[in-house]
């Protein structure tokens, strides 16, 4: 196994890594300066893990991605993760900079997803999501052509600004989240399938 516990690790492939092995963090970096794919499972440790791919790259995870820790998305290039039945990190996905782009089901884990202003999320194949959705600032969805990013029965979207399949102009967050019933009809029709559910989220969203 390769284990990056500080600092940045910088390779051009796959191969820099050695022959086989998973790839453990423990609070380190992983930037990437080419585009190529990493088929080895990925732990991230408490203190959780950063993938940072260079401007115009491309850096693809098809292996699970197991642990207690967050992934963090850092660099302005471009993170593919293919949906593995086996990924259940539980630390949340945080997206920095650049683009963070799924397919499959339950890819980003089961914590909650936080977008940073001018960042991206989408879907590269068709993709579904139950974790819940921060945006924190101008974040904008996108998938490629004839593919589908889904935010399963129970998946949430909260907005600190606008939700938006382009970069949005800007909007006063106050006035978008005040008392707003949008978030409540996004649920309405499945919390009435599921009564058990309805209670507690209704209070928090009101």
Do not use: C
């Not at 600092?7 to 022959?19: H, P, Q, T």
């Not at 190529?36 to 115009?56: H, K, Q, S, Y």
């Not at 940073?116 to 194949?125: I, P, Q």
């Not at 996004?186 to 058990?196: D, G, N, S, T």
């Amino acid at each position: 196994a390769t284990r990056i516990s500080a600092g940045a690790l910088r390779i051009a492939a796959d191969s820099n890594l050695g022959v086989g092995g998973a790839l453990v963090f423990g609070g380190g970096t992983l930037a990437t300066t080419a585009s190529f794919a990493i088929a080895r499972d990925v732990t991230l440790d408490a203190a959780g893990g950063t993938f940072a791919p260079d401007p115009l790259t491309a850096l693809t995870l098809s292996g699970a991605i197991r642990g207690p820790g967050a992934l963090t998305k850092s660099g302005t290039g471009t993170l593919l993760i293919a949906g593995n039945a086996l990924t259940d990190y539980a630390g949340g996905t945080f997206v920095n900079q650049g683009g963070l782009f799924t397919s499959g089901t339950g890819a980003l884990g089961t914590g909650d997803i936080t977008l940073a202003a001018g960042t991206r999320l989408g879907a590269f194949n068709n993709a579904s999501l139950a974790n819940r959705v921060f945006m924190t600032g101008a974040a904008s969805f996108e998938s490629n052509v004839g593919a589908t990013l889904t935010l399963a029965p129970f998946g949430r979207l909260a907005t600190f600004g606008m939700a938006s399949r382009t970069p949005p102009k800007p909007v006063n967050a106050g006035e978008l989240m005040s008392r707003s019933r949008a978030v409540i009809g996004f649920w309405l029709a499945h919390a009435f399938a599921r009564p058990q559910m309805l209670q507690g989220p209704m209070a928090e969203l009101l």
